[in-house]
């Protein structure tokens, strides 16, 4: 396994640094230390470099919007309504970051932080950690984060989750916000991907875009796991819903829970690459960057709806004010430890 290191720039006057491992396939992928962010997750494919991930060398264009492009979300991921939850008979009031509700872990959530760097060399694995106090994001209790990315030799990243919870009860429920765009670069949407996944059911949502609790059957552009062609999905759905593509959460089958079948897969049909994704938590919030800003630049040109699908594996969001969605909460002197795995195959 090859390791490097090199500078990013600089973000809040502080230094951003980059760390890379390549393993014997040339597959690579590079993490930054502001952020937990995935800067880069590539194969060699017939030679050539290519990018699974939407992907840019310039450091502002993961800082000045609102993507949270290949970011470590946390503490808890999707929305809370209302930016407020009961737990043990009280009132959690957070900070609002959209529409009212807490995004994302809040507009002080681990997406904005820089991490401690725990292990980084040529043993395949990059650590990193960071503290998180009540005074800091508003969330109930201290919580320490550990965040790993493991590269295997036959191309397989493993992200891990461990949160150690400390002061009080509080909640816990992380991911990592990646945007996949695996065909190559001159090509700048989605169209020509299949996107799989083990679900049978979506979330309805209020007028904030939280979850409301209701569940709806995967019908049309929302049965993915009968009828993958994203292009013609989202070509539906560009008719017929205001985002005009997907920003839903799928709730994933029991049998999924196991972690030995895939949550979902993504494929480009043109070049046969294709990332199998594992988890055994209960959902997986699917985005097709429909705002993004048109502004922006990446490895596939200038940025434009579309362009890159988020695929984001968790217990399903707004489950602090709706347990039947599923148990957040991370006990006093408690840890958890969750796990995405992301396999690349070349068919």
């Not at 292990?119 to 990059?126: S, T």
């Not at 461990?162 to 700048?188: K, S, W």
Request: charged share 20%; glycine share 8%; proline share 3%.
């Amino acid at each position: 396994m090859i390791f490097r290191q090199d500078a990013f720039g600089r973000y809040n006057k502080q230094k951003v640094i980059r760390y890379t491992l390549v393993n014997q396939h040339g597959t690579k992928i590079s993490v930054l230390n502001f952020a937990g962010i995935l800067q880069e997750f590539s194969v060699l494919d017939a030679g050539k470099r290519r990018q699974l991930l939407l992907k840019s060398d310039d450091l502002s264009n993961y800082t000045d919007n609102d993507l949270y492009l290949n970011h470590v979300v946390g503490r808890t991921a999707g929305r809370i309504k209302n930016a407020s939850f009961p737990l043990n008979g009280q009132n959690i009031s957070l900070l609002e970051n959209q529409n009212g509700n807490s995004l994302h872990g809040g507009p002080q959530g681990f997406s904005f932080q820089f991490f401690q760097v725990e292990q980084a060399d040529d043993r395949g694995k990059i650590v990193l950690s960071k503290q998180m106090t009540v005074a800091e994001d508003g969330f109930p209790g201290d919580l320490l984060l550990t965040v790993s990315y493991e590269l295997s030799e036959d191309d397989r990243l493993t992200v891990t989750f461990a949160g150690r919870q400390t002061h009080a009860d509080g909640v816990f429920n992380p991911t990592l916000h990646t945007y996949f765009n695996l065909a190559d670069d001159e090509v700048g949407d989605i169209t020509g991907h299949n996107l799989w996944l083990n679900s049978d059911q979506h979330l309805a949502f209020d007028a904030s875009k939280a979850p409301d609790g209701h569940l709806i059957v995967n019908q049309g552009p929302y049965d993915l796991k009968n009828q993958p062609d994203l292009g013609k999905a989202l070509e539906q759905l560009q008719k017929t819903t205001s985002e005009g593509g997907f920003d839903d959460v799928f709730l994933l089958d029991q049998d999924n829970r196991a972690g030995t079948d895939p949550a979902a897969v993504i494929t480009d049909r043109s070049s046969g690459r294709q990332v199998r994704l594992y988890s055994k938590r209960n959902a997986i919030v699917a985005y097709s960057a429909d705002a993004i800003d048109r502004g922006l630049t990446f490895n596939h040109g200038a940025a434009r709806p579309w362009a890159a699908m988020a695929l984001e594996a968790q217990t399903a969001p707004n489950s602090e004010n709706i347990p039947s969605l599923g148990d957040v909460v991370i006990k006093d002197g408690s840890a958890k430890t969750f796990s995405i795995d992301y396999q690349y195959c070349h068919l």
